[in-house]
């Protein structure tokens, strides 16, 4: 079997292929992985550096809006795991071609070789930011839920859900949608609250917490996100969509201090400064249907998988160190 993954080499999709190539995916456990990553400043082939030595691993640098590359790649692939994206709200505020680009036209680009060379399955892992967003109090996002995305990043990533979906339902393609919430663990690059405030911490630096600090986000470790998508790519009914949440919904104002308190460093340590524009007020998912069809739990704690984050970071200054310069 060969499975693609896009964005192999980004936070989530490496995690994905250095756990499918150490067996904790039982229906991938002979599998030839193909990874087809651009490397933009998020991708990183020391991401892979734990399995690079693995005869099941191929590596291919490009662009997913390449159609010649893109058809080549995709040529005898049972699986398609898409996650390659531009992946950062804040920096699709500051100029979003680039996410329309790689988020709308590099799905299309894909879905089309998907569909010309008969893919068995095209897994397309999105975000529950296409939700938009709740107020305190509303119930957690269930799969119907009509999709209101604010910002250009989540809008784009909406266009290709629809996109994919609609392929399925034109031409047939075995396609899944999974909406995964805020993920944090290792690897993940230090532009995000999480491995951002925790490398600042590390350096002695103040952390920049937006507004009031009370946005909420439904955190979800990257090993249980991972797990997730690779239930939906063995089990996943074709057409559908599922929500992979963490369940554990927190403000940032409390992440901020989880943080601090682990690192023995006060309040003092925090800046507040002027919110992101159109900042979700909190996101909450519904995983009612992936736990009942595909026996979908998340597993990692909060309070084990925050403080394993931490300590890789702590422990891998030379993976961090220079993207931070
Ligand atoms: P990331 O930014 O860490 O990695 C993205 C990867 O895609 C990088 O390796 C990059 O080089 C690659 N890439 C970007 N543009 C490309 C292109 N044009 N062609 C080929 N490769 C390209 O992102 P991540 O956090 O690992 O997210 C992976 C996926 O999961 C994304 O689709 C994202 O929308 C989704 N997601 C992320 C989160 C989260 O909290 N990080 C939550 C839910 C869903």
């Known amino acids: 079997m060969r499975i693609v993954v896009t964005g192999g080499a980004g936070f989530i999709g490496s995690h994905f292929v250095r756990q499918a190539i150490k067996g904790h995916y039982p229906g991938f456990s002979d599998a030839e992985l193909v990874v087809l990553d651009k490397l933009t400043y998020a991708g990183n082939r020391a991401n892979l550096a734990a399995v690079a030595d693995s005869p099941r691993l191929r590596f291919v640098e490009g ?30 505020i500051a100029g979003a071609e680039d996410f329309i680009r790689t988020n709308v036209l590099g ?148 992440v901020t201090h989880r943080l601090l308190e682990f690192l023995g460093v006060d309040q003092s340590m925090v800046e507040y400064v002027p919110d992101r524009k159109a900042h979700d007020r909190r996101y909450a998912m519904d995983i009612t249907k992936i736990s009942g069809q595909l026996g979908y739990q998340p597993a990692v704690t909060w309070e084990k998988g925050l403080a394993e984050t931490i300590g890789w970071y702590a422990a891998h200054r030379e993976w961090w160190e220079p993207l931070k310069q």
Not at 81 to 89: M, T
Request: glycine share 10%.
């Open 63 to 92: 662009d997913i809006c390449d159609e010649r590359l893109v058809g080549e790649s995709l040529r005898g692939a049972e699986l398609v795991v898409h996650f390659a994206a531009e992946s950062h709200v804040d920096r699709s």
């Open 107 to 254: 799905t299309h680009t894909l879905l089309n070789a998907a569909t010309e060379s008969g893919v068995g399955k095209f897994v397309h892992v999105s975000t529950d930011e296409v939700y938009g967003s709740l107020e305190g109090g509303e119930a957690p996002w269930a799969e119907e839920e009509a999709l209101k995305p604010n910002s250009p990043y989540s809008a784009s990533k909406a266009s290709a859900d629809l996109l994919a979906l609609a392929v399925h339902r034109t031409h047939g393609l075995p396609v899944c949608v999974t909406r995964g919430s805020n993920t944090y663990g290792p690897h993940q690059y230090p532009e995000k609250i999480i491995p951002l405030f925790v490398t600042n911490l590390l350096d002695a630096r103040k952390v920049p917490l937006y507004g009031d600090g009370e946005n909420v986000r439904d955190w979800l470790h990257v090993d249980d996100h991972c797990r997730g998508i690779a239930l939906v790519a063995e089990g996943g009914k074709p057409g559908e969509v599922y929500n992979v949440g963490g369940g554990t919904e927190l403000t940032n104002r409390e």
